[in-house]
């Protein structure tokens, strides 16, 4: 296709800062909490969140176009990355549940944890289903043909929705539903653009892609925005919590991060999306804004890590 330029590959390296920046909006809102505790599984859980987005936004690039092959290399690599971090929280949450440090954690405290505690069972859950969309995924890089990215999809989109089905908002009415279509819609909205910066090549593949990708964006950034809302109101439990608590002064961060991307959303749309689709902008222009929106999408992806695990 035309449009093919040269300096993508130099602009794709500043997707690497989804990981200094993740953790800086871990940290940022750590610093929030002030004396609330906050676990320390929160560096952790925000990177495997950003590496189980890329699994499942990379799965997912087939259905956004049937000319689209799954990048078999990236799945694997994201998949592996998203089992070490997995593993990491399931550590640090055993350690914590023990009384120990992570360091001075043993072989046998660790499987007591694991075979005696909700939380190692369901982390052993979460593992098998990474490790299994990793091993697959080396597979369909060595024999594609054989391989479909749909069932990369199916299992990973079970192993995203395992913590939030039972986690703290569990023990409220439809809990579950939320907490897991909030972290599954928050993952493909930020997974397949991010795909998108990794693969898309060429002006023309924008100009086709774009509009489609921006088509699934509107849903899924509304899903989050309703379903993060009614899941911290329930949780804080009233507005005054807003700002006297460490979880209030997190959500409200979060909810001005989630208004940001909306609003940069929003623009967008008027901008970038209608312009692109007409093959009026070059692919580097395209790639530029695709990383800047996913960059922003890091923050809030650290910022929601810690809500998730403070008290």
Same mark, same amino acid.
């Given at each position: ?72 290399? #990236? *799945? /694997?690599? @994201?998949?592996? %990355?998203?089992?070490?971090? !997995?593993? $990491?929280? +399931? ?101 397949? #653009? *991010? /795909?998108? @910066?990794?693969? %898309?090549?060429?002006?023309? !593949?924008? $100009?086709? +892609? ?102």
């Amino acid at each position: 296709m035309s449009g093919t330029y040269s300096g993508g590959s130099r602009l794709r390296w500043l997707l690497l800062l989804i990981v200094p920046l993740g953790l800086a909006g871990a940290g940022a809102a750590w610093l929030l909490a002030a004396g609330d505790p906050v676990q320390p599984e929160a560096p952790a859980r925000v990177l495997a969140d950003c590496a189980g987005a890329t699994v499942l936004g990379s799965a997912a690039l087939p259905r956004l176009s049937e000319r689209l092959s799954p990048p078999w290399r #990236l *799945l /694997a690599i @994201a998949a592996a %990355v998203w089992a070490a971090m !997995e593993f $990491a929280m +399931l550590a640090m949450e055993s350690a914590e549940v023990m009384g120990l440090p992570v360091t001075e954690l043993g072989a046998n405290q660790f499987g007591e944890y694991l075979t005696t505690v909700s939380g190692g069972q369901i982390g052993i859950a979460i593992l098998l289903g990474c490790g299994a969309v990793a091993a697959y995924s080396a597979f369909g890089f060595r024999s594609p043909d054989r391989a479909t990215a749909d069932l990369v999809l199916v299992f990973t989109a079970v192993t995203l929705a395992l913590r939030p089905i039972t986690g703290h908002m569990s023990q409220q009415a439809f809990g579950s539903v939320l907490g897991a279509v909030h972290a599954l819609a928050a993952a493909a909205w930020l997974g397949v #653009l *991010l /795909a998108l @910066a990794l693969t %898309v090549r060429t002006r023309g !593949e924008w $100009a086709n +892609l774009l509009p489609r990708y921006s088509r699934w964006a509107l849903p899924l950034a509304v899903t989050v925005a309703l379903t993060g809302l009614v899941n911290g109101l329930v949780r804080v439990g009233g507005v005054a919590e807003l700002a006297t608590t460490g979880y209030g002064r997190i959500l409200l961060a979060k909810t001005a991060l989630l208004l940001a991307l909306l609003a940069l959303g929003w623009w967008w749309r008027r901008t970038w999306v209608p312009v692109a689709g007409d093959h009026r902008m070059d692919a580097e222009s395209s790639l530029r804004r695709a990383i800047a929106e996913v960059l922003l999408m890091a923050v809030v992806f650290g910022v929601a890590a810690t809500l998730a695990v403070t008290a």
